[in-house]
């Protein structure tokens, strides 16, 4: 049967790779190996149950600092009536007298003939004459003015640990309060599960490694060391093997090195069904290809298979071994693209590293939230979403991230995952979705949402916001979308730089508009300059707005509600200049810097932008206009502790002139309040 690029659901890719681990005799713990009990045994996992050798502790130990009594002979102390207990030297012979007792210091044995220990603080010590004394002289004798019960202020033996009982079982992921309570069991040494070997093969000829010069074409190469880190994370260990050229003959020999000596082999790239694609053809060749295409996005062209391995007897040369013996390797193509890359890590390879660890699959915790915009999902694939998570008021929310397979950032910047089944093609917005989360529920409290117009200021935000406890995440769909956003609930605060074209003014008669009866504050955040971004040496002489109409020059735009582009259409309307005469007006980005970035790559010659853009790109501004940027907040989110660092940030001199230091920015109106209601 071909299994060539034919996407297959995922419970069926899962089940043939880990019948064919079965069919191996892989599918379990690979081995055990004893190590020292030290710090280093961190994280590992038990591959045998821990049993008490000895009880902790293992002697009646004193709890306090104080005197060793036997609790009956304190019996009738009161405080008007005080019981006096002459003291016994430990060091003396005298083993015990009837009514006496004995100075012990926290964690001293208690002597044989105590059951109970009296506070140091709870006696009154009294010299040879009956005088109150120092402890530090030694005193004859106490007074006490209450009784105590039998065990009173002692650890009796096993206390902690009974010797024989289970103190951890097998499977258990060691953590450092573990440690000690295995040292105190009476162990020193400690069976753990080896750490599978995984081989990382990174494949392409446009691959360049991190630190190279880069030219047009290239690519770093980083996945190899994202998938480490993951194996790692995981418990495994991991080898990152050189970049390797798009050379079949090549693939297949360093496959079949790694096979050697490894427990799995990820093969990065090459697993699509183009030219240069060989890693299903270097599977069939070295062993059985399992599975080529599962339907799951992004990662879809996921191959497995297993390679034939032969072993140390059958490569060894001995006229004992009549042939050779050969066992196998799994092996996994991982997609190229970085996002695909990683959560074929977290689907594929982490259930198969926690059976060979003999621990449970790692589970992310799960919330319900509210999705802030309609998604669409592809039919017949499992669709892992990523989401940026935060409350707002009494709703937990989960607003999606870009989808590129290829967006690294949108994987840095998720707080969680939103799964949608095969049949499902998507979920509109405000719908309840279950968000598997990345982050702990105390950070999510922590977490300002901020969604609206794009300015490079809030990146900045985001780091001085992190040094006060709060998390800025920032979701850039335009001016207008910031405010349907807080309309519905589902942010804190959004940017916003809308000129009203009938009154010169920005953003009050939007915010009325678009949030009636809503009390809200409007702070200003800065005044910036908008321009025209061109190529380094502006090589088609771009000057103003009228030169977007000549037919040489392909211009990039904002998207339909964003603040820029509300500013490119007063411009083109003042100056009579028709939409419909400039080639790419329609060429929509949804960031500054993805016009930007537009430009730098030679997909359009211009786009409307902030300086700041320009500098990021080493492009060249043409200042047109200045603009105030303001800081829309609801008045139930301006009055709350969680925004009071944010503006903290804007009335302090810090944040001020970070922000000063940035091309095209004046930082005069920082803090200023435009608007507040009641």
Known sequence: MSVYLHDIPLPEAKSRLEAALKDANLWRVLGVESIPLDENALGRVLAEPIWAKISSPHYHASAMDGFAVRAEDTNGAQPSTPLQLPVIDSSSSIVHRPSSAQYVDTGDPLPEWADAVIPIENVESLDADGNISSIVRGPSSIRIRAAVAPWSHVRPMGEDIVATQLVLPAGHVLRPVDLGGIAAAGHEQINVARKPRVAILPTGSELVPIGSKLKAGDILEYNSLVLAAQIRSMGGEATRYPILKDNFDLICECVQEAAQDHDLILLNAGSSAGAEDFSAKVVEKLGTLLVHGVAVRPGHPVIMGMINRKSEIGNRKSENVAHNTWNLTPIIGVPGYPVSAALTIDIFVEPILAKWLGRRPNELSVETA????????????????????????????????????????????????????????????????????????????????????????????????????????????????????????????????????????????????????????????????????????????????EDLSRSNVRFVNRQRGAGTRVLLDYHLNLKKILSESIQGYNREEYTHLGVAAAIASGRADCGLGIAAAAQALDLDFIPLFQERYDLIVPKEHADGELLAPLFGLLSGRAFRDAVSKLPGYDVSVMGAVILEDE
Do not use: W
């Open 370 to 545: 509210q999705l802030t915009r309609k998604v669409n999902s592809p039919a017949g694939d499992e669709d892992y979403i990523r989401v940026a998570v935060g409350r707002v008021g009494d709703k937990l929310l989960a607003a999606p991230l870009l989808r590129g397979a290829g967006v690294i950032t949108s994987l840095v910047q998720a707080d969680g995952l939103v799964i949608l089944p095969p049949g499902v093609q998507g979920l509109e917005a405000g719908e309840k979705v279950n968000v598997h989360l990345y982050r702990s529920r105390a950070e999510l409290e922590r977490t300002i949402f901020c969604i609206g117009s794009h300015d490079l200021t809030l990146d900045l935000m985001a780091q001085f916001l992190a040094e006060h406890d709060r998390r800025l995440a920032s979701a850039n769909v335009g001016s207008q979308g910031g405010l349907v956003a807080l309309r519905r609930g589902e942010a804190h605060l959004a940017g916003s730089h809308l000129l009203d074209p009938e009154t010169g003014e920005y953003n009050i008669s939007y915010v009325r508009q678009y949030m009636p009866e809503i009390p809200v504050k409007v702070v200003a955040l800065v005044k910036r300059d908008q321009g025209l971004l061109v190529k380094r040496g502006n090589p088609k002489g771009i000057k103003t707005l």
